[in-house]
């Protein structure tokens, strides 16, 4: 593995193309671990926010998810659209995903997250869901709901915003590769990694190239 660079996957939890995602990311993933330190860095798409989405935003971003659905079959449970009053507020997950990461469970969290708001139809921007879930995973619930609340979390959700926010992307997801004191911005198919793997791998100079879909 190159110790000298990093790969940095930068995603929202609550971000639907980041659910369309994920099965590609996953295997990327597995092909990546020995080759560079695979790092996850939210994006907080949005802020903190007690208002109920208007009616017309909640039909736009439904309609996301439909177009989602017939592109890569993505499943999507409709009901959360009926069964919650949603609010434009991700901050509140992307604050579990670091918590998460405090006590080694970074990724359950991610994928707990996701299934909750897409195939469960509960309300990730609720802390009380977000509590739930932690204990799901079998996170100490106490020290869980004491992180979230803290303000060391929310001076590491700002500081890790402005790291995201500062690398060479335009959306999530994205991937970007640290080498040699550069970020390089990583092509990223919904459908096959093939290509960002063979970006990865040039940029890296591996020689071992067996590992690399043809």
């Known amino acids: 593995m190159n110790t000298e660079s990093q790969f940095i996957y930068a995603h929202d939890p609550m971000c639907s193309w ?18 560079v330190a695979v790092v996850h860095r939210v994006g907080g798409l949005a802020p903190d926010s007690d208002r109920v989405m208007p009616v017309a935003q909640q039909q736009a971003i439904a309609g996301y998810w439909h177009q989602i659905q017939e592109r ?55 802390v ?4 739930q879930l932690a204990e799901e995973i079998g996170l100490d619930g106490v020290r869980f709901a004491a992180d979230l609340a803290s303000e ?29 004191g550069r970020y390089h911005e990583i092509a990223l198919d919904y459908q096959d990694y093939r290509a960002a793997l063979r970006q990865v791998v040039a940029l890296l100079g591996d020689s071992e190239r067996e590992g690399v879909a043809k």
């Open 18 to 35: 980041c659910w369309a995602h994920k099965p590609v990311w996953q295997r990327f993933a597995a092909e990546l671990v020995d080759r």
């Open 72 to 126: 890569l079959g993505t499943e999507f449970n409709f009901d959360f659209w009926t069964q919650n009053e949603p609010r434009r507020s991700t901050y509140p997950a992307c604050r579990a995903v670091i918590a998460a990461r405090w006590q080694e469970a970074e990724l359950a969290m991610i994928s707990a997250l996701q299934a909750a708001y897409y195939l469960r139809a509960l309300n990730p921007s609720n």
């Open 128 to 131: 009380d869901v977000l509590q």
């Open 152 to 180: 060391k979390l929310a001076q590491a959700l700002t500081d890790e915003l402005n790291l995201t926010r500062s690398l060479p992307i335009a959306g999530f997801p994205s991937m970007v590769l640290w080498h040699r």
